[in-house]
């Protein structure tokens, strides 16, 4: 029997599992009979956690919601914090914020992103989705699709995250909402010269011109000045640039016992002070004249802003890690670790602490600024008939990306250096002498890294048909429809290095100052970069003209994709008196990509490459839902999903390294889709407003997925060790969620206020990464364990909650480089939130995030011992008022 065949001989067996077990009950009472208490009218979070479980209990599908039916409802302050705290969700965080979303144990590349159902550009390279850009202002309701159905757009193997925003005919709030207060981040607080408060401002306006048009339009300003510091280690020797076969590892043997031992490149730590702000202006219209006919407009645009200032100590660039460059595995780095008073500590022939002399500390003064762009935007018509329904949409949207990178660099050489960051140690290096009282000689070039461009542009159009056919037949509408997308994203970076003038940087010019909180290391050094730049590299140490395209850095993917659905609703008494819906169809999708890059073949030659490829699939899909009356539910779905291959990757450049070690990288034009077949499993019992306890099952068997490869390649003689992302081979995934969530309905008094939401995910898989090539990484996104419990309390005016996130260790790509892929060590959040309403019209929020600083920590190359990040965020603090009217 094949592995789809036992898939499908499964969701039969549980089909007949769960009729026998209900047969052995009494007859269920009527859906409406678990509602038989006390009516209670609730606003606020209760309203918004009721409204969600009505969505989840009335879909065919087993989903996950979020509902904010009144503007400003949500205790957060992104919708990414909202997503976060769904069952079997986590989130990645970008300077301290949740940003990528990750679900049921794969990473954000296997996660489709929707607003209203279209599918939106990305300033990503990729095409992963930055939910922290969508405030929660803007957004009336989230649905994370979990399993799926012939209707949704294909593309979410993971799950498909939908935004709704606000329908404004459909809406019952007050016209106007107003937000604004401060935010404080603590993170930054060591940083001279760098405020810590930002703030946060709202406002919408939804107005009912008569009673078949209405119009909302909804404003957001937000500036953070989330600074923080990040510790980083740069890998080590035997990882990123594994040798071809046969030739000389990187490595030395140190302690001269036969095997080769692995020493880092080096390490940095970087303060970053952050000036980010973030405009956005949403707006929409809705006109009914009939029963019949009716159409929406909708559009959002959104511009951030980020300046980094960056003040930066490298250790051991020059010295620590340098390559075997002698005979019989004894290089010049052997030489170091090996001097006189010199010590260092091993693990599994690892160097995770030594004491070395001589070494290079480098001071780093750079600026990163970013400006994106995002704009999206639909119109969509409904017409009814007695038995028709016909809707056609159309949207538009556009991301584009600018960001620079300038950096001045001197060095000084202490005595002494000594550093530790082995598994559960805080990250710690000392220094004989402090570098303010060294020499600071600039005799590096320095950095102009950019403009660095990106750019991509969606286009859409579907149609979609759903035909009822009435009356008490089983069959109850049948939908079909087609869709047409047209993707362009495109690439092109420039650089240039200034030339060092061997001047020796003045100490007035200098600053030196530590952090209190994050890795223990000496006082950072920080001074006006332009005025350090004068000397360092002479006028115009940045001028933009001087910089010249980084050739391998330009490509262009062009992917087209049509396709078309056919999907029949089914209703009808089932076994043991439940009432059986659901649906079966399948969806056809193809795909055309047209690549184009240039390839690098040796140092200074390039050769211009396009590619096509194109691919179809058919994916069928079905999905059950028994109700058994008095809330109980099960739900089962089967169905055949893919996600399509990252965009970034699809290019058709490659870079190659100029010195030794000769490494590269490049894309793969002719990737395929990750593909896999699901089941879905669900039992839920609400048994009260706003209670749930439900338990659902999921396997996923993988056919196909994406990693990253190292091959030997040779280029005009030289052989270069060239990473690029391929197609693998097959595994599984399978997990359980448990949910439970109620009011303290059953306590006396006061307690019956409170309330708890909770969740609890546990996955298993035998997929892995294909690196390291000797002990692959666990596939991106995989957290075995992953928890949530809220503790909320609603009484009239005051609403609060405390909220505990948990995940264990899984991996994920740091950046924007797929091949980039680091482990995220296990993390405990804890957050609070309050409300106190005034009066009808105004009401006050307090917010306090990363209650405890949960600090960061990554690891590479599947080793603890082996530091990848480590970063101290801080906590924010956030006070608005808000005012309806």
């Not at 060591?190 to 009912?208: C, E, F, L, M």
């Given at each position: 029997?094949?592995?789809?065949?036992?898939?499908?001989?499964?969701?039969?067996?549980?089909?007949?599992?769960?009729?026998?077990?209900?047969?052995?009950?009494?007859?269920p009472?009527?859906?409406?009979?678990?509602?038989?208490?006390?009516?209670?009218?609730?606003?606020?979070?209760?309203?918004?956690?009721?409204?969600?479980?009505?969505?989840?209990?009335?879909?065919?599908?087993?989903?996950?919601?979020?509902s904010?039916?009144?503007?400003?409802?949500l205790?957060?302050?992104?919708?990414a914090?909202?997503?976060?705290?769904?069952?079997?969700?986590?989130?990645?965080?970008?300077?301290?914020?949740?940003?990528?979303?990750?679900v049921?144990?794969?990473?954000?590349?296997?996660?489709?992103g929707t607003i209203?159902?279209?599918?939106?550009?990305?300033s990503?390279?990729?095409?992963?989705?930055?939910?922290?850009?969508?405030?929660?202002?803007?957004?009336?309701?989230?649905?994370?699709?979990?399993?799926?159905?012939a209707?949704?757009?294909?593309?979410?193997?993971?799950?498909?995250?939908?935004?709704?925003?606000?329908?404004?005919?459909?809406?019952?709030?007050?016209?106007?909402?107003?937000?604004?207060?401060?935010?404080?981040?603590?993170?930054?607080k060591?940083?001279?010269?760098?405020?810590?408060?930002?703030?946060?401002?709202?406002?919408?306006?939804?107005?009912?011109i008569?009673d078949?048009?209405?119009?909302?339009?909804?404003?957001?300003?937000?500036k953070q000045?989330?600074?923080?510091?990040?510790?980083?280690?740069?890998?080590?020797?035997d990882?990123n640039?594994?040798?071809?076969?046969?030739?000389?590892?990187?490595?030395?043997?140190?302690?001269?016992?036969?095997?080769?031992?692995a020493?880092?490149?080096?390490?940095?730590?970087?303060?970053?002070r952050?000036?980010?702000?973030r405009?956005?202006?949403?707006?929409?219209?809705?006109?009914?004249?009939?029963?019949?006919?009716?159409?929406?407009?909708d559009a959002?645009?959104?511009?951030?802003?980020?300046?980094?200032?960056?003040?930066?100590?490298?250790?051991?660039?020059?010295?620590?890690g340098?390559?075997?460059?002698?005979?019989?595995?004894?290089?010049?780095?052997?030489?170091?670790?090996?001097?006189a008073?010199?010590s260092?500590?091993?693990?599994?022939?690892?160097?995770?602490?030594?004491?070395?002399p001589?070494?290079?500390?480098?001071?780093?003064?750079?600026?990163?600024?970013e400006?994106?762009?995002?704009?999206?935007?639909?119109?969509?018509?409904?017409?009814?008939s007695?038995l028709?329904?016909?809707?056609?949409?159309?949207?538009?949207?556009?991301?584009?990306?600018?960001?620079?990178?300038?950096?001045?660099?001197?060095?000084?050489?202490?005595t002494?250096?000594?550093?530790?960051?082995?598994?559960?140690?805080?990250?710690?290096?000392?220094?004989?002498?402090?570098?303010?009282?060294?020499?600071?000689?600039?005799?590096?070039?320095?950095?102009?890294?950019?403009?660095?461009?990106l750019?991509?542009?969606?286009?859409?159009?579907?149609?979609?048909f759903?035909?009822?056919?009435?009356?008490?037949?089983?069959?109850?509408?049948?939908?079909?429809?087609?869709?047409?997308?047209?993707?362009?994203?495109?690439?092109?970076?420039?650089?240039?290095?200034?030339?060092?003038?061997?001047?020796?940087?003045?100490?007035?010019?200098?600053?030196?100052?530590?952090l209190?909180?994050?890795?223990?290391?000496?006082?950072?050094?920080?001074?006006?970069?332009?005025?350090?730049?004068?000397?360092?590299?002479?006028?115009?140490?940045?001028?933009?003209?001087?910089?010249?395209e980084?050739?391998?850095?330009?490509?262009?993917?062009?992917?087209?994709?049509y396709?078309?659905?056919g999907?029949?609703?089914f209703?009808?008494?089932?076994?043991?008196?439940?009432?059986?819906?659901g649906?079966?169809?399948?969806?056809?999708?193809?795909?055309?990509?047209?690549?184009?890059?240039?390839?690098?073949?040796?140092?200074?030659?390039?050769?211009?490459?396009?590619?096509?490829?194109?691919?179809?699939?058919?994916?069928?899909?079905?999905?059950a839902k028994?109700?058994?009356?008095?809330?109980?539910?099960?739900?089962?779905?089967?169905?055949?999903?893919?996600?399509?291959?990252?965009?970034?990757?699809?290019?058709?450049?490659?870079?190659?390294?100029?010195w030794?070690?000769?490494?590269?990288?490049?894309?793969n034009p002719?990737?395929?889709?990750?593909?896999?077949?699901?089941?879905?499993?669900?039992?839920?019992?609400?048994?009260?407003?706003?209670?749930?306890?439900?338990l659902?099952?999921?396997?996923?068997?993988?056919?196909s997925?994406?990693?990253?490869?190292?091959?030997?390649?040779?280029?005009?003689?030289?052989t270069?060790?060239?990473?690029?992302?391929?197609?693998?081979?097959?595994?599984?995934?399978?997990?359980?969620?448990?949910?439970?969530?109620?009011?303290?309905?059953?306590?006396?008094?006061?307690?019956?206020?409170?309330?708890?939401?909770?969740?609890?995910?546990?996955?298993?898989?035998?997929?892995?990464?294909?690196?390291?090539?000797?002990?692959?990484l666990?596939?991106?996104?995989?957290?075995?364990?992953?928890?949530?419990?809220?503790?909320?309390?609603?009484?009239?005016?005051?609403?609060?909650?405390?909220?505990?996130?948990?995940?264990?260790?899984?991996?994920?790509?740091?950046g924007?480089?797929?091949?980039?892929?680091?482990?995220?060590?296990s993390?405990?959040?804890?957050?609070?939130?309050?409300?106190?309403?005034?009066?009808?019209?105004?009401?006050?929020?307090?917010?306090?995030?990363?209650?405890?600083?949960?600090?960061?920590?990554?690891?590479?190359?599947?080793d603890?011992?082996?530091i990848?990040?480590?970063?101290?965020?801080?906590?924010r603090?956030?006070?608005?008022?808000t005012?309806?009217?």
């Open positions: 029997m094949t592995r789809h065949s036992m898939l499908f001989a499964a969701a039969s067996g549980l089909a007949m599992l769960v009729a026998a077990s209900a047969h052995a009950q009494t007859t009472a009527p859906a409406g009979d678990a509602a038989q208490v006390e009516e209670v009218v609730v606003t606020g979070v209760r309203k918004s956690l009721r409204d969600a479980l009505a969505v989840k209990q009335g879909s065919d599908k087993v989903v996950e919601a979020i904010a039916k009144d503007i400003g409802v205790p957060d302050v992104t919708i914090e909202s997503i976060a705290r769904l069952p079997g969700v986590n989130a990645t965080r970008d300077r301290g914020n949740d940003s990528q979303a990750v049921r144990g794969l990473g954000a590349r296997l996660v489709l209203n159902g279209r599918e939106v550009a990305s990503e390279p990729d095409r992963n989705v930055r939910w922290e850009i969508y405030p929660s202002e803007v957004v009336s309701g989230v649905e994370v699709y979990k399993s799926q159905s209707d949704l757009i294909a593309g979410g193997v993971a799950a498909t995250i939908n935004i709704n925003t606000i329908a404004p005919l459909d809406y019952r709030g007050p016209a106007f909402v107003l937000r604004a207060g401060p935010v404080y981040y603590d993170g930054g060591d940083i001279p010269n760098y405020g810590q408060t930002g703030y946060r401002a709202s406002g919408s306006w939804v107005h009912k008569n078949d048009l209405a119009v909302v339009l909804g404003l957001t300003s937000q000045k989330n600074g923080y510091g990040s510790f980083t280690g740069w890998g080590y020797n990882s640039a594994r040798p071809p076969a046969g030739a000389s590892d990187y490595s030395s043997d140190l302690n001269r016992d036969g095997k080769l031992d020493t880092p490149w080096g390490a940095q730590m970087s303060a970053s952050i000036d980010q702000t405009t956005g202006v949403s707006g929409g219209l809705q006109y009914k004249p009939t029963d019949n006919f009716e159409l929406k407009a959002l645009y959104s511009k951030i802003k980020i300046t980094e200032v960056q003040d930066q100590t490298v250790w051991g660039a020059n010295n620590w340098n390559w075997n460059t002698g005979t019989n595995n004894i290089g010049w780095n052997d030489g170091v670790y090996n001097a008073g010199a260092y500590t091993l693990i599994n022939n690892t160097v995770v602490a030594a004491r070395l001589f070494s290079s500390v480098q001071t780093v003064l750079a600026k990163y600024s400006d994106k762009d995002l704009f999206a935007g639909g119109l969509n018509g409904k017409w009814t007695d028709w329904t016909v809707a056609g949409d159309l949207s538009y949207s556009k991301a584009e990306r600018t960001n620079t990178w300038k950096a001045v660099r001197f060095e000084s050489y202490p002494w250096t000594s550093f530790d960051w082995r598994a559960g140690k805080t990250p710690t290096i000392t220094t004989s002498q402090d570098s303010l009282s060294l020499t600071q000689t600039a005799d590096l070039a320095g950095s102009y890294d950019g403009p660095e461009h750019n991509d542009e969606l286009k859409a159009a579907a149609l979609d759903t035909r009822d056919f009435g009356g008490d037949g089983a069959f109850k509408s049948v939908q079909f429809g087609v869709r047409a997308s047209d993707r362009v994203k495109s690439h092109s970076s420039f650089s240039y290095a200034p030339t060092a003038t061997g001047a020796t940087i003045p100490a007035s010019m200098l600053t030196a100052y530590t209190s909180e994050g890795a223990n290391v000496p006082a950072i050094l920080t001074g006006d970069i332009d005025k350090i730049a004068a000397i360092a590299y002479g006028a115009n140490a940045f001028d933009v003209s001087k910089a010249t980084e050739l391998a850095e330009r490509w262009t993917v062009q992917e087209r994709v396709e078309g659905y999907k029949l609703n209703a009808a008494d089932g076994p043991a008196g439940a009432w059986v819906s649906n079966i169809g399948a969806r056809v999708v193809h795909t055309q990509t047209d690549s184009e890059g240039l390839q690098q073949n040796t140092v200074s030659a390039f050769v211009a490459a396009t590619v096509s490829n194109d691919y179809t699939d058919v994916l069928p899909s079905a999905n028994l109700d058994f009356g008095g809330g109980k539910i099960v739900r089962l779905g089967l169905a055949k999903v893919i996600a399509r291959p990252p965009l970034d990757e699809l290019r058709a450049s490659r870079s190659l390294s100029n030794s070690p000769w490494t590269g990288s490049a894309g002719n990737l395929k889709p990750f593909e896999a077949t699901q089941f879905d499993a669900s039992a839920e019992y609400y048994f009260r407003p706003e209670a749930l306890v439900a659902s099952y999921y396997y996923k068997d993988v056919d997925y994406i990693g990253w490869k190292q091959t030997p390649v040779v280029f005009g003689g030289q270069y060790t060239v990473a690029s992302p391929a197609n693998g081979g097959s595994g599984h995934i399978q997990g359980v969620e448990l949910t439970f969530q109620t009011p303290f309905f059953f306590l006396p008094g006061p307690l019956s206020k409170f309330g708890i939401y909770s969740n609890y995910a546990h996955v298993e898989s035998n997929l892995k990464e294909f690196s390291p090539a000797n002990n692959p666990r596939m991106t996104g995989l957290a075995k364990h992953t928890a949530t419990v809220d503790l909320w309390y609603a009484d009239g005016p005051i609403e609060a909650r405390l909220g505990w996130k948990y995940h264990s260790p899984m991996t994920v790509i740091y924007w480089n797929g091949s980039d892929l680091q482990t995220l060590e993390e405990k959040t804890l957050d609070f939130s309050s409300s106190y309403k005034i009066s009808e019209n105004v009401s006050v929020r307090l917010q306090v995030n990363n209650l405890t600083n949960e600090t960061l920590r990554m690891y590479r190359d599947n603890p011992n082996r990848g990040r480590y970063d101290s965020y801080g906590r603090y956030l006070m608005d008022v005012f309806k009217f």
